[in-house]
């Protein structure tokens, strides 16, 4: 049971360059999430999604888009990637409306150069 | 949202037990208390929740304050392996709350050999 699989583990970007963070899970949770973590801050909100075709901002959307084609996979897209965007990325999911706990991929840690 | 305040660190003897404290004072009749660890270099995990009554895990114990405006998370017998960040967080049981996930910015437990 892989749970919630992020890719790539690392990866260094150029300012202006683009790419986008993979996270699919295997567990049919209707609930994903983006989170960046700041080196000694605690995560904070990109965008989250409550199903299929349904995503919303969180707290720091700016500079990211997201897409919820299916139940298992939330791409992070970032288009022109900026210093500022430096971060660990966490990915997680829930299952739904009943009090259960959150899955976390274990991070994507992207420099920005 | 409602929020939680923590103590931003904290220290702990290997092999004692350690009281980890969270004030939710605004808390409502519905929001569970959740608690999250994040081990350095890793996603977060799931520690234990609760409502109103205390609860016991093979990880962890919850106690609940009879007016549940603050809680606290108890590690009976701390090993170097519990030193993380250790968030507190509310979940509502129905609607938007159900599926906010929102961290602060959590306590760091250190524990000394």
């Known amino acids: 049971n892989a749970g919630v699989t992020q890719t790539p583990k690392f990866r260094i970007l150029k300012i202006g360059q683009s790419m986008t963070l993979q996270c699919a899970q295997d567990?049919?949770?209707?609930?994903m999430y983006w989170y960046r973590q700041d080196p000694g801050m605690g995560l904070k909100l990109i965008y989250y999604?409550?199903?299929?075709?349904?995503?919303d901002k969180g707290e720091v959307p700016n500079g990211y888009n997201v897409s919820r084609s299916t139940t298992e996979d939330f791409p992070l897209r970032l288009e022109l990637a900026a210093p500022s965007q430096t971060s660990v990325y966490f990915c997680?999911?829930?299952?739904?409306?009943?009090?259960?706990?959150?899955?976390f991929g274990q991070g994507t840690r992207l420099t920005v150069v | 949202d409602a929020k939680t305040t923590q103590p931003n660190s904290m220290e702990s003897n290997e092999e004692e037990p350690v009281h980890l404290p969270c004030n939710h004072s605004?808390?409502?009749?519905?929001?569970?208390i959740h608690w999250y660890r994040q081990l350095p270099s890793q996603g977060p995990e799931y520690v234990i929740h609760?409502?109103?009554s205390n609860v016991n895990n093979r990880m962890a114990s919850l106690a609940i304050a009879e007016d549940r405006k603050s809680s606290t998370l108890i590690l009976h017998r701390a090993t170097l392996r519990d030193a993380a960040v250790y968030y507190c967080?509310?979940?509502?049981?129905?609607?938007?709350?159900?599926?906010?996930?929102?961290f602060g910015k959590g306590t760091k437990l250190s524990v000394i050999p």
């Open positions: 997680a999911a829930l299952r739904g409306r009943s009090v259960t706990e959150a899955f």
């Open positions: 567990m049919n949770h209707n609930y």
């Open positions: 999604s409550v199903g299929a075709g349904i995503t």
């Open positions: 605004t808390i409502s009749g519905t929001d569970y």
């Open positions: 609760g409502l109103t």
């Open positions: 967080i509310l979940r509502g049981d129905s609607g938007a709350g159900s599926y906010q996930l929102t």
